[in-house]
DNA sequence: TCTTACAAGGGGAAATAACCCCTTTTTGTA
DNA sequence: TACAAAAAGGGGTTATTTCCCCTTGTAAGA
């Protein structure tokens, strides 16, 4: 009986070559690849490389991060089975790589012996979802009040995260001062803020900017 | 002869575990241990473990984060080899570290043979700087022009990164607001910025405050 | 004792941000 | 195709921020 084929990829090299060590230590499990972000993984996909069973996905990576590597895989590979791993744990981005087809969120500080769980899991039951995700899910069925940035609408955020002034970031996204205040005024009632100041703040609370 | 002794001090179980598979693939290296923070690490010292040859500390913990442990084992064990481990690579923390002791700061998507290296070297010559931290180094000589912030200044930062008006602000801290005034517009020429936005994202920068 | 430095406070003006209510154009879709 | 919704643009006003230059008291150094 062959062994459960993994494919890691992580941008921390010390960490994906270490990880490749544990899960060489299960029984039944074997580390298929390693690649370094989500480019890499998706560039030798399209090479032909076997799909393994599971693939464990850092969420946070420069080149291409979990989430648009997530969206990639739903698109061409919807069935391929996905464990997001990531440090943080906020609601935000757990929801997003769920949402967009992971199977089970784990983060780094997971204790091996559930790692392993969680392997097993979703190789035999096509999920693991710790008491983190169920609680998001249920979080939101209950107030299913989301908020959606329109594509301008970040466009404009990330700007306003700058020194530059409203006219300027009119002049930057070719736009009337006027429609640059109708931005404004839209995002500040949607998002309850009331200042440009709480703006900045949301845009990096909630990874719209990174700084 | 024996093994080179390894302690690792980190909060990422998946990571700690895996990298003890690592660090044991390696000749002439042993795990002596792996601690969840600095606190375990130290009550563990303090309860008469015998030190390793090198410790490696991961610098962002929950508990007691690497700079307040690496402040603790100079202090007390002066002579210690520890290597810091993290993913971030902002001067500041690099330099806090390396004030407090560190012999090598690594960055956690370091290749695994330079991390061998690093760890041979520091055993060997008792030290392992990387080319970022010899750039840190040789920056802070030419440049020392550090920027020192004051308490009440800190303060006003805070309430800054806040929708508050200044007005607010100045009933906040008991100032008129013509004292803010100036408490603003020293900031902005001694930062380098220009907007109340740009005091936001520094402070953010350099943690002075959190969200 | 005589600077020097700095915290605190201030006047007044110009630029920018925030607010409210309105029109035209584009777009999606029933 | 026609209707509704969303995007873009606008007028006019007020509040806030930013800027420059100034005074006073106080405490530490030379």
Same mark, same amino acid.
């Given at each position: 009986m062959s062994k459960i084929k993994i494919i890691i990829v992580d941008d921390h090299l010390l960490f994906s070559q270490s990880l490749s060590y544990?899960?060489? /230590? @299960?029984?039944?499990? +074997?580390? $298929?690849g390693i690649y370094n972000n989500g480019k890499e993984f998706i560039t $030798?996909? &399209?090479?032909? =490389? !076997?799909? *393994?069973d599971i693939v464990l996905l850092d969420v946070n990576m *420069? =080149?291409?991060?979990? =989430? %648009? #590597?997530?969206?990639?895989? !739903?698109?061409?590979? *919807?069935?391929?089975?996905? =464990? $997001?791993? /990531?440090?943080n744990n906020d609601e935000d981005t757990v929801m997003r790589m769920i949402t967009n087809g992971a199977k089970g969120y784990l983060?780094?500080? #997971?204790? *091996? &012996?559930? @790692?392993?769980? $969680?392997?097993?899991e979703v190789y035999s039951r096509g999920f693991y979802y710790s008491e983190m995700v169920s609680g998001y899910l249920i979080n939101k069925l209950n107030n299913?009040? &989301?908020?959606?940035?329109? +594509?301008? %609408?970040? %466009?404009?955020?990330k700007l306003a995260c700058t020194e530059k002034t409203y006219k300027e970031i009119a002049d930057g996204m070719c736009l009337s001062p006027k429609t640059i205040d109708g931005y404004r +005024?839209?995002?500040?009632? !949607?998002?309850?803020?009331? #200042?440009?100041i709480g703006l900045v703040l949301y845009a990096i609370k909630h990874k719209i900017v990174c700084i």
């Open positions: 544990l899960v060489g /230590s @299960f029984e039944n499990f +074997e580390v $298929a $030798a996909v &399209k090479g032909g =490389i !076997k799909l *393994p *420069p =080149i291409m991060d979990g =989430i %648009e #590597t997530m969206k990639w895989i !739903k698109q061409n590979h *919807p069935d391929q089975k996905v =464990i $997001a791993l /990531s440090v983060l780094k500080d #997971t204790d *091996p &012996k559930n @790692f392993k769980e $969680a392997l097993e299913d009040n &989301k908020i959606v940035l329109k +594509e301008r %609408e970040i %466009e404009f955020i +005024e839209n995002l500040f009632q !949607k998002l309850e803020i009331k #200042t440009r």
